[in-house]
Nanobody, 129 residues
Framework: QVQLVESGGRLMQAGDSLKLSCAAT??????????MGWFRQAPGKAREFVAA????????RYGDSVKGRFTMSRDDAKNAVYLQMNNLRPEDTAVYYC????????????????????WGQGTQVTVSS
């Protein structure tokens, strides 16, 4: 059983930078063998893909709305992933969720909600103009 706990969300101003963290816990969870992703959901909107990194960190994909501004990274020694968000915009306001791939050692980078089977509770990011 894996648990994902996000942290770092807060109220920011447009143009600011913020780094989110996600810690994965579970006594027998082989974190390094799974891709991890970040999604977000704004009020009244569907959950949106933000970023995901392959299990071996060889590739990372980003949603179109965050390309060039957000950077995802992982630290397998700490069972953690991070989302560095730069040049924040009001439209980045959302609850941000960390997610674990349902497949072990997937050959590609997963980007669909259905590709992930474990989710954190989310952390709120609010960006004021």
């Amino acid at each position: 059983q894996v648990q994902l706990v996000e942290s770092g969300g807060r109220l920011m101003q447009a143009g600011d930078s913020l780094k989110l963290s996600c810690a994965a816990t579970g006594s027998t969870f082989p974190f390094a063998q799974f891709a991890m992703g970040w999604f977000r959901q704004a009020p009244g909107k569907a959950r949106e893909f933000v970023a995901a990194t392959k299990w071996n960190a060889e590739a990372t994909r980003y949603g179109d709305s965050v390309k060039g501004r957000f950077t995802m990274s992982r630290d397998d020694a700490k069972n953690a992933v991070y989302l560095q968000m730069n040049n924040l915009r009001p439209e980045d306001t959302a609850v941000y969720y960390c997610a674990k791939d349902r497949a072990r050692r997937r050959s590609n980078v997963p980007t669909g909600i259905g590709d992930f089977n474990s989710w954190g509770q989310g952390t709120q990011v609010t960006v004021s103009s």
